[in-house]
């Protein structure tokens, strides 16, 4: 029932952290995967070969602050494939930002990375699913734009705008039969947040806020994306999934 193998699936940000898990999963559930990166092209050639043997998975530099990138990949991933089934808006940022040191160009940078390139890719893909009426649509949202973040104020207004427009878009495109769903992660183990957690006294008191007692693999958050993005979740639009082990017990 997670048989994916007619599915075309970009995800952005694919090259590390959960973007790299998304890749896994949805190569092994036999999609053809489009993804794109911004520096780490080993990382992205490392993925693509270690999947060109059950699955076509291509990778695409993409620097998604700029709307003429993001639209010509789009392009070149509808003229590589064919077709955009699956939409996974995973790219982001998260850097520490306290309100009364950021500056202007900090905030619109953030808010630019991960809010308006949601926007800018569900644009540019969301005609083609219009077309089909037929798409799904996952955007990699926080629990920080639930309950918001000190000192990541820019961070937690992003993914509050991704959640808000994850909800949005569901009202809008339901009548397509495009589902638009969110997860939304508490912390994950990821290189974004290896600094962070690298301190012993700041993992543990992080550990004891969560019910389940660890923090989440990328795979963690992989797994609730493949399924947004299958039949099994066809009933499913304009929700957020949460996936924090319990640390944040929001609907």
């Known amino acids: ?26 190569c ?8 794109t990166y911004n520096s780490n092209s080993a990382s992205a050639a490392k993925l693509e070969k270690r ?43 998260w850097k520490e930002g306290k309100f009364n040191k950021m500056t202007l160009t900090q905030w619109e940078e953030t808010i630019k990375v991960n809010l308006t390139s949601t926007f800018l890719f569900c644009h540019y893909v969301v005609p083609g699913m219009k077309l089909k009426r037929c798409g799904k649509i996952i955007n ?35 009548p397509f039969n495009i ?22 006294i700041t993992f543990a008191e992080e550990i004891k806020k969560i019910p389940l007692g660890r923090i989440a693999t990328a795979d963690d958050i992989a797994g609730p994306v493949l399924f947004l993005a299958s039949d099994l979740a066809r009933h499913i639009t304009g929700e957020v999934l949460n996936v924090n082990g319990g640390s944040v017990l929001v609907g």
Not at 30 to 35: I, N, Y
Not at 140 to 169: C, D, M, P, V, W
């Open 1 to 26: 029932m997670l048989n994916l193998t007619s599915k075309v699936v970009l995800i952005t940000g694919g090259s590390r952290g959960i973007g790299a898990a998304c890749v896994k999963y949805f």
């Open 28 to 35: 092994m559930a036999g999609a053809s995967v489009a993804f």
């Open 51 to 93: 999947f060109k043997n059950i699955a076509r998975c291509k990778s695409y530099k993409v620097d998604i602050s700029n709307e003429n990138e993001i639209k010509n990949v789009v392009h070149r991933v509808l003229k590589d494939f064919g077709k955009i089934d699956v939409l996974v808006n995973n790219a982001g940022i």
């Open 140 to 174: 990699i949202s926080s629990t920080a734009g639930q309950r918001g973040e000190a000192n990541y104020s820019h961070y937690a207004a992003s993914k509050g705008g991704i959640i808000s427009f994850t909800k949005s878009l569901a009202s809008e495109l339901g």
């Open 179 to 200: 589902n638009v769903n969110s997860v939304a992660p508490g912390w994950v183990i990821t290189d974004m947040t290896k600094r962070a957690l690298s301190d012993n």
